[in-house]
Every structure is written in C-alpha cells, then in structure tokens.
C-alpha cells in the first residue's frame, strides 16, 4: 500500500474522462500514470493485472480495481472502478435520453471520424505497452501470436485461449 | 414513437436487471458489445437495429467501456435514468467481484509461488495475443489511408514517445475528422 484512496480516485476519474476509443485504447495512460508517474505499480503488476481482468468476465477496463486494490487497499479497489465508468455512462445516459437530436446532428458524425482513427493508434499502443513487459522471450512471442491468429479467426473462444496461454506458461518453465 | 413508448413502458427493470446480469456474468475475453445487441435487439426485441447500432456508435466515441457505456445508452432508452444505472450496475458488477478476488489472491499468494508466476506469464502473453486480436479487428473500422496515417501516428505518441493521451487525442482527432470531411459530410 503506498498510495491513499483519494490519489487513486482522481487519477482513475481522469482515465475515465479521457478513455476515448475504448477499454484497450487507455492503457498507455493508465500505464503511464500509474507506473511511470506515480509509480505505484510495477511494470510487472500492470501486465498481470491486465492478464487477470483478461480472465474476468466484463469489461477489461475492471483492471483498475486491480491496481486501485494493489496501490492502496480496498477502498480503492471499489472506488477506481466507479470513477474510470461513471464519466462515460453519465455521458451515455444523457445522449440516450436526447437521441433524437443528437443522431442528426453533424457533429456526431464528425466526432466519429476524429475519435475512432485515433482510438485504433492508441489500442496499438495498449498492445505495444504491455508486450513490452509480457513478451521476454521467443516462447512467450509464439504463445501471444498463437491466441492472437486463433482468436481473430474465431477458432478459440478468447477466455479458453488465454487460461491455455497460462497452462502453456506453466509447462513450458518446467 | 407511440409504439416505441408503449413498449419501453412494458420493459421492467428486473428484466433490464436479468439481461445485463448474464451478459456481465458471461462476456468472457470482450466482445460483450456484440452479446448486448444480440440480446436486446433479436431476443428481446427491445429495440431496433437501427437504434442499437446508433447506441453502439456513441458508446465507442464516448470516454469509457464501450460495454458500459452501452448498457447505460439502453437502459436510458428503455427506463431512463434509473434504467441506465441497474443496466451499467448488473453488467459491470460480477466482474468487479472476480478481479477484486483474483488481486486480492494475487496479493497475499501469488508472489510466493513459483507456479502460479510461471503460469501469470503465459496468461500475459495470450492477454497480449487478445489485445492483438482486438487490434485487427479495429483496424476493420478505419478503412481510409488517413485514418490509418493517423492510428500509426497515435502509436506512435502514445507508445513510443509516451506523450499525454489527451494531446495525442487533441491534436490528432481534429486533423482525422478534417481529413475525412468528405466521409462526415451529412
């Protein structure tokens, strides 16, 4: 524990202010925000982390709780979710409320083409982040290719494909 | 729209209740968007696809997960706002519970033992392999060479010169909207 639930808080109330493009896309700022400024979490912590939400059911975004839970206790680990969610479903219930407007409005259109180009460099950019930590060696370069073609291709369901990334882990440092 | 209305009376907010809940207990890996639509559109028949893929769309440019933002998007479409906030509750909470219990079990235990370290890198590896998968995806929705210059040049900020989210956002949003105006005429 090494940081106080309010700190946690804010920080994860901004993520959530500027998570645009998705659960993947924030993961360089909350990267950068929680391990290379604050610090309170390893490079090491992030991946498993990460890896952790991966198997849980939900939205991956969950791995705040994680971290929250990791830097200061549980009270942060309830409070971080609540503050990454709340700015986007706020923002979600009031244009469902007032959607007859706004789906003719230009400026939809426009924030689209804008957010999801940029949404897609900063998914890549998630992958780049935690790879870096992740991917060590070769075997773990071929486990992470392996799930990433059977999982696009619809082979694998993505839950059974990383629990048999894990077993694999597991057999291959015998 | 009377039709409509009539029908949104109809949706009680335990059925909101037990149709996020499965979705939140099930949407292993992503992909939850895609249990949504099927769930409330064909299933249920709650709203129409029209409706749902406009929903989709504003849950992907709005900050947050697009899977509760979605959820937020039809249940305030169905019951307002109280239906927003148990739609975003049941799908959002059963995965709260598990992580919180997986970082507490990786707190106190993992760290001292050697198998379950050996097996964290292989579930990293293929969390990478899924995030990947994610990515290739997405690149389906960006089909204009300068969209794509763009998305390289968020990589670019982001991931390797690891500049502030926001100014990459800031600076970048605007030059792809402009880019392709013609696409975002009306």
Same mark, same amino acid.
């Given at each position: 524990?090494?940081?106080?639930?309010?700190?946690?808080?804010?920080?994860?109330?901004?993520?959530?202010?500027?998570?645009?493009?998705?659960?993947?896309?924030?993961?360089?700022?909350?990267?950068?925000?929680?391990?290379?400024?604050?610090?309170?979490?390893?490079?090491?912590?992030?991946?498993?982390?990460?890896?952790?939400?991966?198997?849980?059911?939900?939205?991956?975004?969950?791995?705040?709780?994680?971290?929250?839970?990791?830097?200061?206790?549980?009270?942060?680990?309830?409070?971080?979710?609540?503050?990454?969610?709340?700015?986007?479903?706020?923002?979600? &219930?009031?244009?469902?409320?007032?959607?007859?407007?706004? &789906?003719?409005?230009?400026?939809?259109?426009?924030?689209?083409?804008?957010?999801?180009?940029?949404?897609?460099?900063?998914?890549?950019?998630?992958?780049?982040?935690?790879?870096?930590?992740?991917?060590?060696?070769?075997?773990?370069?071929?486990? &992470?290719?392996?799930?990433?073609?059977?999982?696009?291709?619809?082979?694998?369901?993505? &839950?059974?494909?990383?629990?048999?990334?894990?077993?694999?882990?597991?057999?291959?440092?015998? | 729209? %009377?039709?409509?209305?009539?029908?949104?009376?109809?949706? !009680?907010?335990?059925?909101?209740?037990?149709?996020?809940?499965?979705?939140?207990?099930?949407?292993?890996?992503?992909?939850?968007?895609?249990?949504?639509?099927?769930? %409330? @559109?064909?299933?249920?028949?709650?709203?129409?696809?029209?409706?749902?893929?406009? +929903?989709?769309? $504003?849950?992907?440019?709005?900050?947050?997960?697009? @899977?509760?933002?979605?959820?937020?998007?039809?249940?305030?479409?169905?019951?307002?706002?109280?239906?927003?906030?148990?739609?975003?509750?049941?799908?959002? $909470?059963?995965?709260?519970? @598990?992580?919180?219990?997986?970082?507490? #079990?990786?707190?106190?235990?993992? !760290?001292? #033992?050697?198998?379950?370290?050996?097996?964290?890198?292989?579930?990293?590896?293929?969390?990478?392999?899924?995030?990947?998968?994610?990515? %290739?995806?997405?690149?389906?929705?960006?089909? !204009?060479?300068?969209?794509?210059?763009?998305? %390289?040049?968020?990589?670019? +900020?982001?991931?390797? $010169?690891?500049?502030?989210?926001?100014?990459?956002?800031?600076?970048?949003?605007?030059?792809? #909207?402009?880019?392709?105006?013609?696409?975002?005429?009306?």
């Amino acid at each position: 524990v090494n940081a106080r639930p309010d700190q946690v808080f804010f920080v994860s109330l901004w993520l959530g202010l500027v998570s645009f493009g998705g659960g993947l896309a924030i993961v360089p700022e909350m990267h950068r925000q929680l391990v290379d400024t604050t610090g309170w979490i390893t490079p090491r912590e992030f991946a498993d982390g990460y890896a952790l939400a991966q198997l849980s059911p939900g939205p991956n975004m969950l791995c705040i709780a994680f971290y929250g839970f990791k830097a200061s206790g549980w009270f942060a680990g309830l409070l971080a979710p609540l503050a990454i969610v709340v700015p986007g479903v706020t923002l979600s &219930a009031v244009c469902g409320r007032a959607w007859e407007r706004l &789906a003719r409005s230009v400026w939809v259109v426009r924030l689209r083409c804008g957010v999801v180009p940029v949404g897609l460099g900063l998914m890549a950019g998630g992958v780049f982040v935690v790879g870096r930590t992740t991917i060590v060696d070769a075997p773990m370069l071929v486990i &992470a290719g392996v799930v990433a073609i059977v999982v696009t291709k619809k082979w694998v369901h993505p &839950a059974i494909a990383v629990l048999g990334a894990g077993v694999i882990g597991v057999l291959l440092q015998r | 729209m %009377v039709d409509r209305e009539r029908v949104h009376q109809s949706v !009680s907010l335990a059925a909101i209740i037990k149709v996020f809940l499965l979705i939140g207990l099930t949407s292993f890996g992503g992909g939850a968007s895609a249990h949504i639509h099927h769930a %409330v @559109v064909h299933q249920k028949k709650w709203l129409d696809d029209k409706r749902m893929l406009e +929903g989709m769309t $504003l849950a992907r440019i709005l900050p947050g997960t697009n @899977v509760s933002n979605l959820a937020a998007f039809v249940g305030a479409v169905l019951r307002g706002y109280t239906g927003a906030a148990v739609a975003v509750a049941a799908v959002v $909470l059963p995965g709260l519970v @598990v992580v919180l219990a997986l970082a507490y #079990s990786y707190v106190h235990f993992a !760290s001292h #033992s050697h198998h379950v370290q050996t097996a964290l890198r292989g579930l990293g590896a293929g969390a990478v392999g899924i995030m990947a998968s994610l990515v %290739v995806n997405a690149t389906k929705t960006v089909k !204009s060479s300068a969209g794509r210059l763009v998305a %390289v040049l968020a990589f670019v +900020g982001v991931g390797v $010169l690891h500049a502030n989210m926001l100014l990459v956002l800031v600076v970048l949003a605007p030059i792809a #909207s402009y880019l392709d105006r013609e696409r975002s005429a009306p």
